[in-house]
């Protein structure tokens, strides 16, 4: 069966600092991935998605990019952190992408202090 | 902008009570839709989904109805749970643009 794994689960980072968020596939290939932002009371916001290896697209211009050095795995960056990034950070994933539904993994809380 | 959203931001029921959550999207050529069950902390699960040539899906406890003539969906519990209280987000999917467009979620509260 698929499973999907973040890290870190939570993370606490000061304005200005770096960020790597990491998002992982099991048990599937060439999936299509994809991060979303989910401020909270909110709803998710789509802030990159990957149909393959290093192919990335954005939906919002912003501080964050994201990079897919493995067919399995996504990740999340960012070079100077703003108060704005806090929120919570899903990967999600889908399997074969015009028929199939989008499977979410646990989430990164991430508070930018 | 095009966009799905819900009538209702928070819904309290009375457990075993029937619960109907309610969600407009505004792209009549959207193919498929699905409901989303997110409790807090964690990541949004799958719970129900329906294709837009149909206009009714059960699955166990929960109906998906589809009204693509005003361009609505509701998802119906019957004898909700405290386990169901949870936010919901029904999603929008156009496959020509490959992507998923989530509603702002609806909260339940289920009370004993």
């Known amino acids: ?113 | 902008g095009e966009s799905v959203g819900l009538h209702l931001p928070t819904l309290s029921v009375q457990e075993g009570d029937n619960s109907i959550i309610n969600c407009a999207y505004s792209n009549s050529a959207s193919d498929y839709f699905i409901w989303y069950k997110q409790e807090s902390g964690k990541g949004p699960q799958f719970i129900i989904d329906i294709r837009s040539n149909m206009d009714k899906r059960q699955g166990q406890r929960v109906t998906v109805l589809l009204n693509k003539t005003v361009k609505h969906l509701s998802l119906q519990i019957a004898a909700t749970q405290p386990g169901d209280s949870a936010v919901y987000f029904c999603a929008e999917i156009r496959y020509n643009f490959n992507k998923f467009y989530f509603g702002s979620g609806t909260k339940l509260n289920v009370k004993p």
Do not use: M
């Open chain 1, 1 to 113: 069966s698929q499973t999907i794994h973040q890290w870190p689960a939570t993370l606490v980072q000061p304005v200005g600092s770096p960020l790597s968020l990491e998002c992982t596939v099991e048990g599937t290939s060439n999936p299509n991935l994809y991060w979303y932002r989910q401020a909270a009371g909110r709803g998710l916001q789509l802030l990159f998605y990957s149909v393959g290896i290093g192919q990335i697209s954005s939906e919002v211009p912003q501080n964050l990019s994201a990079s897919r050095p493995q067919d399995r795995q996504f990740i999340l960056s960012s070079k100077k952190l703003l108060l704005s990034d806090s929120g919570f950070y899903l990967c999600a994933w889908t399997d074969r992408p015009h028929t199939d539904t989008q499977y979410f993994g646990p989430g990164t809380r991430l508070t930018v202090l």
